[in-house]
């Protein structure tokens, strides 16, 4: 189907089933219950999982594949959101254009940092797209304010001079953002029973282009330049005296994922029309870094998974407060729920960061092929059947956890 | 010329700080092969066990005073510290006072534990993994120390002062020659920048004078021929993550009277000493600890009115834009070893 | 733009209601949905509470949260009623919001303006909140007000200080109690002047982003009106840490005043780098040097330790204010929690029974009305004396506080003194002001 192999396309469909029906997926509890509070169906975060879903797939094409760890991806992000802003500006409201826009910019952004980037590798590469990306932050955060609008980041505002389209609607208002009509913001609630589902636009948007992006690394992961990259990674040394120049290929890898990346931003922007400059600055190409290693580096549905992973915990675990709290433990007798209570505190609310923290030492310390591997185990164990623990990406025959030299030779 | 004299005070000062916590980080580069993202969580940790002697010392018993009154109108408590009420109002004054200079007594055994503990806890099971395995655990453990550290001493920043005596700033200029009231500099930080000088210097000539440095020095080069001539080479490893540890937390410890400590400013330093690491060549001591001052020198001539007015902004980026020529003309930063760090 | 028949959120509440139970999938339209989103029906009412919890300001966040939580305690008739005894407007009864009982949400806006609006986004989508309120940073501030003008509705700002929240980023549905930069200038500037005296070149250093140039631009105006000259304005990059290279700059200028554009920890450095480097002991041109910090922030002040020390600036408010309302809010807030409250917990207090207040009185939990009842409100007793929400730009006019580093202070709280209260009228300025010019209020927006 498509192209692929039957266990490709079995996972594609796979992923297919799970984009499309995830807002039932994520809205498990009914919506008066008191576990509601772990209900994740609502537009702003499924949005957020799809879009740093594609930004992952395409750093985990970069990194999974050729090695090349690039600490300054969160700079395509941070561009493209600016490019589609300046276009809901400037043109249309219509998201097309914005996102073409997006692509663009961040590729050519990209193609400039990776030519000169890739001409180093290992670590000193890391630091030379980590140096780029801080430029280009602590820019976009002071002297560039007149294109970026700073600290507080680019709006869109009520004097827009937009060329095909309304600068105010007609109540006085900000046009939102729309496929040819069809507003972003818009959605079908449906109640069922205690539960109810919202289906909007913006999130089947997000997810569809998630799909394609999905599909097109897939096919990448297969061809022959996927192969060449893996190449890449696993000897470049020889890879180069065998007569071929590698850096052709790294370099359409970093800007396929520039592109990707930029994709991503765009969305963002389409999405919720803003685009600050905190987009680009390294905790934010660190928090990709982190999710495509957290749900397995290459491995074709891990980066998803871990974005959606860290997007979770950032928005529902910072959200559990006290009250929340006590509403759940108030069962227990008042000794025992004090100190519940005390436990639980640290771990929600403004403790979040350290769940976070401890979640990474523990996966990468037990399951040292992400998520995935995790994922993997517990499917091997319902079949019955226990792997040896150790061959890292589990079933992708692909996924070979580099052994790294210890120090020079 | 006065400027230019405090400019390059105030850059190798700067330089200093920077290039203690970038040997430390190059020793658990150079010696273990880690990347090590908690290094600046250990300067962070330094830097709360100068804010813990403190609180240590201050240790109090309350006292009511029933002649004020505290803001919602009762009796106003006042905190006495063990230390003035067991050695008098002087003693005990004056020991409180120099908290700081006294919390290097312990840094270097918390350190030193801390880093051992790290090692043979954690990134002893890390040193066949893949560089991105590490970086990930080792983030994770900064986000734990640095959210235990929030935890018992708040997000804002905690007034650490130096002893009185220090604190102040004096008359370098007349020191050496030149007109009075030029050139005015901080007493500490010129103590920070002494402090650093020693103990750059007691590292290398630890690693260069002792046996122990040599064999050490020897791994470095050559891990497994070192293991094979019947050396315990991974326990001297050890050893020399403490260490590493140790620098961190002795320029975090001592630096908390130049910014009062907060329990993310490890990370503030983090992304920086990677590329002064970098900048300096991997597995190169003296190119770390070289790249440390020409960064903090090169960031305080940025800063220049003079400068800025020619390149705006300029002052932003310099460290980055430094790192970038530096690394595109020498492709292994300014003193690197070949194949370190490479793949 | 959009004709679309689909149903937004506000929706999923009352159809909550009236499809309990029902096991078949019922869909709604537009036509059946109410006027606004999030309509609380006959349900409790929901408030978003969206305050820095990790990151430089997470323990500003944390003040501000134990305001709300008091607020909601009062609200709903518990506690000693604080504030809600001395506010000039008597329609809050203890009753909730209008019959409503109150309950919150909580989310952490990390002090980034992506964070802050995801977690916005997802009070407003996900549990319905009728209206967000906090923060700690102005870029935050504008960030979520403008997500909560699109979204229909209403946004109370916390601790937000740039011009551009109420000038040309100014939204609606959006409010702000704290002061500006602008009124911080002109409370300050005549202290300054009579204190220090005419003859004065001041240097200023400027945190290098929104918040930092509206600062400086005000200062500036202010002193150069004054008399003073401004020997240089120098931008520091918010990530700095360590201001001695600055510093150097500033010992050899000639100039004798210093005015830091910094805040929270970015004033905590700085105002400790210019204590180190002996500006405060320094004399320039015959006078005594002397340093401003034009926004105080008591709690982020603390780290500066013994640096704050004579050293003037402004504030919004300060518990040991005199006045019966901040006495009643001290109480309560002191007896909750032990220590007294700082302004960014005042701010957020008063800012949440301002709207509860308006939809009393408007009957109405619609934006549009609240917008419409909060409009050019006067009211008094909650702290700052007479005040006005004035309808042209949704920013409160009440008197500015210029304070001090205390010389002896008595507890750790006792950080600041209030050396003078600027009057409302010295710090009044027309809505097209130069430095509030450019924005546009638009429309309310009702959401649904």
């Not at chain 2, 230019?4 to 700080?17: E, F, H, P, R």
């Not at chain 3, 005015?259 to 041109?285: C, E, P, R, W």
């Not at chain 3, 800012?351 to 009393?360: F, M």
Request: proline share 4%.
């Amino acid at each position: 189907m498509l192209g692929l192999e039957k266990k490709d396309a079995t996972l594609l469909l796979v992923v297919i089933a799970l984009a499309l029906a995830a807002p039932i997926l994520l809205n498990p509890f009914p919506t008066e219950s008191a576990m509601a509070q772990f209900n994740a169906g609502y537009p702003d975060l499924m949005q957020k999982f799809a879009i740093y879903g594609i930004f992952a797939i395409g750093f985990n094409i970069l990194f999974g594949l050729t090695g090349y760890l690039s600490f300054g991806h969160a700079a395509f992000l941070g561009v493209g959101s600016y490019s589609a802003v300046w276009m809901f500006k400037l043109l249309s409201m219509n998201v097309i254009p914005a996102l073409v826009l997006a692509v663009l910019v961040s590729s050519l952004f990209a193609l400039v940092i990776g030519y000169i980037s890739l001409r180093r590798s290992g670590i000193y590469f890391s630091i030379l797209t980590l140096a780029f990306a801080q430029m280009s932050f602590n820019l976009a955060y002071s002297v560039l304010t007149p294109i970026t609008n700073g600290e507080t980041g680019l709006q869109l505002s009520l004097d827009d001079p937009r060329i095909l389209g309304i600068s105010q609607t007609a109540d006085g208002g900000i046009p939102l953002t729309s496929l040819f009509g069809l507003a972003m913001r818009d959605s079908v609630a449906v109640k069922l029973g205690g539960w109810s589902f919202e289906f909007s636009v913006g999130y089947y948007v997000c997810a569809i282009l998630m799909l394609v992006c999905f599909y097109l690394a897939m096919r990448i992961f297969r061809s022959p330049f996927g192969l060449m990259l893996r190449a890449v990674k696993t000897n470049q040394t020889r890879l180069n005296y065998t007569g071929l120049n590698s850096r052709p290929y790294t370099l359409a890898a970093f800007v396929i994922s520039g592109m990707y990346a930029g994709l991503a931003g765009g969305l963002l922007a389409a999405m919720d029309p803003l685009a600050g400059a905190e987009r680009m600055q390294w905790t934010a190409s660190g928090e990709v870094v982190l999710m495509t290693i957290l749900g397995g580096a290459g491995t074709l549905f891990g980066p998803v998974l871990g974005a959606g992973f860290i997007k979770y915990f950032e928005n529902i675990f910072s959200k559990i407060n006290d009250s929340v709290l006590q509403n759940w433990f108030g069962f227990l007798p008042d000794g025992v729920e004090n100190v519940v209570l005390w436990v639980v505190e640290h771990f929600v609310g403004p403790g979040w960061h350290l769940t976070l923290g401890l979640l990474f030492m523990l996966v990468v310390i037990f399951l040292p092929g992400g998520l995935m591997e995790g994922g993997q185990r517990i499917a091997g164990l319902l079949r019955g059947k226990r792997k040896s623990g150790g061959d890292g990406g589990g079933d992708d025959p692909e996924y070979h956890p580099g052994q790294t030299p210890h120090v020079a030779e | 010329m006065d400027a230019i004299l405090l400019q390059t005070l105030n850059g190798l000062d700067k330089g200093s700080a920077y290039a203690l916590i970038a040997l430390g980080l190059t020793l658990i580069f150079g010696t273990l092969g880690v990347v090590n993202f908690a290094h600046g969580a250990l300067f962070m940790v330094g830097a709360f066990c100068a804010v813990t002697v403190s609180r240590l010392l201050t240790l109090s018993y309350t006292v009511i005073d029933e002649t004020r009154t505290d803001f919602l109108g009762n009796p106003m408590k006042v905190d006495m510290p063990y230390l003035k009420s067991w050695l008098g109002e002087t003693v005990g004054g004056t020991i409180i006072d120099w908290s700081v200079p006294l919390a290097i007594l312990f840094t270097i055994p918390v350190m030193l534990v801390l880093g051992y503990a790290m090692e043979r806890g954690l990134i002893k099971h890390f040193y066949k993994r893949p560089h991105a395995d590490q970086i990930l655990v080792t983030f994770g453990l900064a986000i734990v120390l640095q959210e235990l550290i929030k935890h018992y001493f708040g997000a804002n920043p905690i007034p650490t002062p130096a002893p009185p005596m220090l604190t102040g700033s004096f008359d370098f200029g007349a020191l050496v020659g030149m007109d009075p009231n030029q050139v005015i500099y901080p007493y500490w930080r010129l103590v920070y920048f002494l402090f650093s000088a020693a103990i750059i210097g007691a590292v290398f000539a630890f690693l260069q004078f002792t046996t122990f440095g040599m064999v050490v020095r020897a791994g470095m080069a050559d891990r497994e021929t070192v293991g094979l001539l019947g050396i315990n080479i991974d326990r001297r490893f050890t050893i020399m993550f403490g260490i590493a540890a140790a620098v961190a937390g002795l320029a975090g410890t001592m630096y908390a009277p130049i910014i009062s400590p907060n329990y993310h400013m490890g990370m503030d330093f983090l992304v920086l000493s990677f590329v002064v690491v970098v900048v300096g060549g991997m597995g190169s001591l003296p190119g770390a600890v070289l790249a440390g001052f020409l960064l903090g020198v090169l960031e305080s001539f940025s800063s220049m009115n003079e400068i800025k007015n020619i390149l705006p902004g300029i002052d932003q980026i310099i460290i980055y834009l430094v790192a970038i020529v530096i690394l595109l003309t020498r492709p292994r930063g300014l003193m690197g070893r070949k194949g370190v760090m490479e793949e | 733009m959009s004709k679309s028949n689909l149903t937004r959120r506000g929706v999923l509440r009352t159809g909550a209601v009236a499809g309990a139970g029902l096991a078949m999938p019922t869909f709604f339209s537009a036509g059946s949905a109410s006027a606004f989103v999030n309509d609380p029906g006959n349900g409790p009412v929901t408030l978003g509470f969206n305050v820095p919890q990790t990151g430089p300001y997470a323990d500003e966040g944390a003040d501000e949260l134990r305001a709300y939580q008091l607020a909601v305690e009062h609200l709903n008739g518990g506690g000693d009623g604080g504030m809600l005894n001395t506010f000039s407007s008597k329609a809050l009864q203890g009753n909730g919001i209008n019959g409503h009982k109150v309950e919150f949400v909580t989310g952490d806006t990390q002090t980034k303006s992506d964070a802050a609006r995801a977690s916005a986004q997802s009070m407003i989508q996900k549990d319905g909140a009728i209206m967000i309120t906090g923060g700690s940073s102005s870029g935050v501030a504008i960030a979520v007000q403008g997500l909560c003008q699109e979204a229909g509705v209403i946004f109370m700002a916390g601790l937000t200080h740039s011009n551009d929240t109420t000038g040309k980023d100014k939204k609606a549905n959006g409010f702000r109690h704290f002061f500006n930069a602008y009124q911080s200038a002109a409370a300050l500037a005549p202290v300054l002047a009579s204190r220090y005296g005419k003859d004065r070149k001041f240097y200023m250093l400027t945190a290098d982003y929104t918040w930092g140039w509206t600062q400086a631009a005000s200062m500036k105006a202010f002193m150069e009106d004054q008399g003073w000259t401004m020997v240089e304005d120098v931008r520091t990059p918010l990530s700095a840490t360590d201001f001695s290279s600055y510093m150097t700059e500033v010992q050899t200028s000639g100039a004798d005043v210093l005015i830091l554009n910094h805040y929270g920890g970015n004033m905590v450095n700085s105002l400790t780098n210019a204590v180190q480097f002996g500006l405060k002991d320094k004399t320039v041109n015959g006078k005594q040097f002397e340093i401003v910090v034009p926004l105080y922030s008591r709690l982020m002040a603390a780290g500066a330790g013994e640096a704050v020390k004579g050293i003037l600036g402004s504030t919004n408010w300060h518990w040991s204010l005199q006045d019966e309302g901040s006495k009643a809010f001290v109480k309560s807030f002191g007896t909750k929690y032990g220590f007294p409250p700082s302004q960014a917990a005042h701010t957020c207090y008063v800012q949440t029974l301002l709207y509860a207040d308006a939809v009393t009185r408007a009957n109405s939990f619609n934006p549009c009305d609240v917008v419409a009842a909060l409009e050019g409100f006067e009211f008094d007793g909650l702290g700052n004396g007479p005040t006005l929400y004035r309808a042209d730009d949704h920013q409160c006019f009440k008197d500015v506080l210029v304070v001090q580093g205390k010389q002896n202070p008595e507890s750790q709280f006792d950080l600041l003194e209030v050396v003078e209260k600027t009057p409302v009228d010295k710090v009044m300025y027309a809505p097209d002001n130069e430095f509030f010019a450019g924005g546009d209020l638009g429309t309310c927006n009702p959401g649904a």
